[in-house]
């Protein structure tokens, strides 16, 4: 295991005296923090050391102590149980019921996922905002030079080429109603909304999911399942 210079996140505990902070409130978002029960009679070496080749893989980064350890890795590979969670600290605690390991993981991937939504909204208002200003500014502009939207234009009158009909060319066709004319899509913000449904749902499924599996895999290493 490699060092890394990390400040322990245990030093700070919340107290009547110290009530807790705003980012403690919010950080739930980013932050997992969970324990597991230590089998009975094992003590805190043991456990650490059947949790240890968790992050004996390639780019962690690990802080040891006597009774817990701090980890980051800021390139996680896909298949790794903790892929999500770039950094994190764990420790042996005594509980009333027995010895448990406390863990809190944070996760750049969640953070990301909760605040995308509330962009993707943003863009499609911002979008829809847009084309009503230029909607207002078109009318605006046709109304300062006297035209109607229902008013049409005089058809131009088709006619042949000279030497197209010397070769008797066919005589051209009038258009169909609507043929000719532009059609301009009209801006809509469905596309944004449907990216801000589809990461809300993500975030929503991987902060259930993958605590799960964080603690399934810490539950059956301390069992020594795997």
């Known amino acids: 295991m490699s060092g890394l210079a990390a400040t322990s996140p245990w030093t700070q505990n919340v107290t009547p005296e110290k009530p807790r902070s705003a980012k403690r409130l919010i950080d739930w978002i980013w932050t997992v923090r969970d324990e597991v029960p230590v089998p009975e009679g094992m003590g805190a070496d043991e456990a650490l050391a059947r949790i240890a080749p968790v992050f004996e893989r390639p780019g962690y980064q690990v802080q040891a102590g006597t009774e ?20 994190g600290a764990l420790r042996i605690e005594d509980a009333p019921t027995g010895k448990v390991l406390r863990y809190r993981l944070t996760s750049r991937i969640m953070l990301f996922c909760f605040l ?23 009318e605006a502009k046709e109304k ?4 109607k939207k229902d008013e049409k234009k005089d058809e131009p009158v088709l006619t042949l080429h000279p030497i197209d009909k010397f070769l008797g060319a066919p005589a051209p066709e009038k258009p169909k109603d609507g043929e000719g004319k532009s059609r301009k899509r009209k801006p809509s913000a469905t596309a944004a909304y449907v990216f801000s449904a589809f990461f809300a749902i993500l975030f929503v499924i991987g902060r259930s999911l993958e605590p799960w599996l964080v603690r399934r895999m810490f539950r059956r290493r301390l069992a020594g399942e795997v």
């Open 68 to 87: 817990g350890l701090s980890y980051a890795n800021p390139s996680p590979a896909a298949q790794d149980t903790l892929s999500v969670f770039e950094k």
């Open 116 to 138: 995308l939504p509330f962009v993707f909204i943003g863009f499609g208002q911002l979008t829809l905002a847009v084309a009503d200003y230029q909607k207002a500014k078109a």
């Open 144 to 147: 300062a030079e006297g035209t």
